[in-house]
């Protein structure tokens, strides 16, 4: 179980971070920064969705994976 919540996180943070990047890329309508002011908690708040959607998906696809092959 130990290893399902490491990889989880590791590709949550993943997305996390991916997503993050693109979000500061795009900057919509000045959203996340704007001159040399940073809005970090609405930042923070993207990749943290994201972590726990990514986080949640993935540890749902490794457990039912293990069931799957632990039957055949």
């Given amino acids: 179980m130990k290893n399902n919540i490491i990889i989880s996180t590791v590709i ?3 997305l996390s971070s991916a997503i993050m990047y693109i979000a500061w890329q ?3 309508q000045y959203e996340i920064y704007e001159g040399d002011v940073i809005d ?3 930042l923070i708040s993207i990749g943290a969705s ?3 959607l990514g986080f949640m998906c993935m540890l749902l ?3 039912v994976l293990k069931k799957i092959t632990n039957i055949f």
């Fill in 50 to 52: 994201w972590f726990i």
């Fill in 26 to 28: 795009q900057n919509a």
């Fill in 61 to 63: 696809f490794i457990i």
């Fill in 12 to 14: 949550g943070l993943f």
């Fill in 40 to 42: 970090f908690s609405y």
